[in-house]
């Protein structure tokens, strides 16, 4: 169900956030380590019982570090890039709570089994809207989440995704010390060059060089959950000094195999498991051109005769590291800014029109190809004139989607699809200027006059 949010809201939500939910027979709420909290039993000898868990994930734009020195404006899940990892056992009863605190479109698609409702495609969650997603944790292994609003891969490059791992429910894995590796492009100067700037391994580059290395034992199993969140290239991962075993793409369903690099694709995944026979320091990083760019990350095997009884965990150390390096400061926006709290139907419906029975009223077309950021013109006319009580009629002539939304809050049309229209009547003299709330640089103006 998507909803406008009320400011109370916006209040509780924005302090309850981070809070992750679990229920077995009765509700407890947990909160660890910031945003970041895990639902999952550490011990793999045991057979896990699948649970009810909530998640809240909020879409904010952020400030962060990238780079040493390297501030930019990211678009975030719950403020930092990636977003927090989820965990989950298979089999769980999963509802994720979507806030949208930004002033554009976003949603969240999660890899795996689930229907449409919560496929993350439609509908797409417009500023100050919440929309809650339900699936249940199929299959297990290594998963990912990302925006899939239109254009998906600039979302993503801006910084909306995350890690999802899936506990099998039956023990398959043996104890092991677990690191989260999500690999990703940025680029400040233009998020849509091929060859981006920065090559991050979980937000900021060369993050686990130095005091920050990973940590493990000689002979101690380590596994790797590897997600590739890039958008134009893969990644060949590679670990120094050890032949590694590969579960393909991620999924433990797949009959794991020896590996000297392996190769994720964008969209893609692989869970690695390796030990280290000798103590030392040792370099992982992609081979090609990333490494050269932020990609490039040590681990150091310290010597020891100890055997892991359990598995433990150091994705809640790698989040807190993250944004302890990352600083994100959260961007707020007023409720005028993300379309007035209000309910939206009292200035206008949401529902698009087909196109019939539209001579003589004042018209905005939105041009085939606006979507495109590249393009300069995405309404004709730009700029309307008409008179006080007129209606005008925007339609959409192209390929995908799009919102006519008021920068004041005073009208939102919803989605309009292709060969679809959309009326809006202006009753008072003044200006207003409007734009598309998938696509911000989709900008108009309309002039009312007595």
Not at 35 to 53: G, I, N, R, W
Not at 371 to 380: C, G, I, L
Request: proline letters at 5%.
């Amino acid at each position: 169900m998507i909803k406008k949010l009320t400011d109370s809201e916006n209040t509780k939500n924005s302090g309850n956030r981070a809070i992750l939910f679990l229920t077995t027979v009765a509700a407890v709420s947990l909160a660890a380590m910031g945003l970041m909290v895990f639902a999952q039993d550490e011990e793999a000898s045991a057979v896990q019982t699948p649970a009810h868990k909530e998640f809240t994930l909020v879409a904010e734009e952020v400030e962060l570090e990238v780079s040493p020195g390297q501030r930019v404006k990211a678009w975030t899940f719950n403020g930092t890039m990636p977003g927090p990892t989820l965990r989950f056992t298979e089999g769980d009863d999963v509802t994720i709570h979507f806030i949208n605190k930004t002033p554009m479109a976003h949603t969240i698609h999660f890899h795996g089994n689930h229907d449409d409702e919560s496929d993350g495609v439609l509908p797409q969650v417009l500023p100050g809207e919440t929309y809650t997603y339900n699936f249940v944790a199929d299959p297990a292994g290594a998963m990912m989440y990302h925006c899939h609003a239109y254009p998906t891969s600039l979302h993503i490059r801006m910084g909306m995704y995350g890690a999802m791992i899936i506990d099998p429910k039956e023990p398959v894995l043996k104890p092991a010390r677990e690191f989260s590796l999500v690999l990703s492009e940025f680029d400040p100067e233009n998020q849509e060059n091929f060859v981006a700037k920065y090559y991050p391994v979980n937000g900021y580059t060369d993050q686990y060089m130095g005091e920050n290395s990973l940590h493990a034992k000689q002979n101690e199993l380590v596994r790797f959950y590897v997600v590739n969140m890039g958008t134009t290239v893969p990644y060949s991962f590679h670990l120094h000094s050890t032949i590694f075993k590969v579960y393909q793409s991620g999924l433990l369903s797949n009959e794991p195999f020896d590996a000297q690099t392996i190769e994720i694709g964008p969209g893609n995944a692989a869970i690695v498991e390796a030990t280290w026979k000798w103590p030392g320091t040792y370099l992982f990083h992609s081979h090609g051109l990333q490494e050269e760019r932020g990609n490039m990350g040590e681990i150091v095997v310290e010597p020891s005769e100890e055997t892991l009884q359990d598995s433990v965990s150091m994705i809640d150390w790698q989040y807190e590291t993250q944004k302890r390096l990352q600083q994100p400061k959260v961007i707020e926006y007023s409720d005028q800014e993300l379309g007035g709290q209000t309910d939206i139907t009292a200035h206008a419906s949401h529902l698009a029109q087909s196109l019939e029975n539209i001579d003589g009223e004042p018209r905005v077309r939105i041009i085939d190809g606006s979507w495109d950021n590249k393009q300069k013109e995405s309404y004709s006319p730009k700029e309307i004139t008409v008179k006080v009580g007129s209606e005008i009629r925007w339609i959409n002539e192209d390929a995908v989607m799009h919102t006519v939304t008021s920068k004041e809050g005073i009208f939102d049309s919803s989605l309009i699809s292709k060969g679809k229209s959309w009326t809006q009547k202006f009753d008072a003299a003044g200006t207003v200027e409007y734009y598309c709330a998938l696509h911000p640089w989709m900008e108009g103006m309309v002039i009312i006059k007595e």
